[in-house]
């Protein structure tokens, strides 16, 4: 297990949903999926070559329709989503990556902020925060408060 507490959850949850498949298979499954998730925690700070194995699965992944054997319906769905470690953060939440089809159709912006972050060594300081005074989702235009 790690140190967070989200991964550790969700791997639990993998875990179980792999004991009615033989040993010997999920032992190559869970091989697998130690192999993709160290793809998916690389930190490459501007080498993009470094992201072509996790961008190739991404891909993979949501091209496949997925039988929904928890549900009664057994309705066949497809991914929205992959959800990750940080790799700057590695014990702290996970990353979402959606898909553009569903960040269009699915979400509505409600607030956005803008935050000044410098780096100090090897730490971040955020300063200067400036949240939005509105948000004109029509015309894509964002007026900002910068009394704030």
Known sequence: ???NEMLNTLTISFIELLKGIPIEEQKVILLFHDFISKQFQIEAKGHHSLYKISCAYSNWIYDQEFH?????DKKV?????IMYRSSTWPTEGMNIALKNK?????????EVR????IRNGTF???S???TAKSIDIIN?????????
Do not use: F, H, P, Q
Not at 140 to 148: E, G, K, R, S, V
């Open 114 to 117: 803008r935050d000044n972050i």
């Open 102 to 110: 569903i960040v269009d159709t699915s979400l509505r912006l409600i």
């Open 128 to 130: 200067e925060t400036i």
């Open 140 to 148: 894509d235009i964002i007026t900002w408060n910068l009394d704030n």
């Open 124 to 126: 971040y300081n955020g």
């Open 77 to 81: 769905k497809e991914c929205a989503g």
């Open 1 to 3: 297990m790690t140190s």
């Open 68 to 72: 929904d054997y928890l549900s009664n």
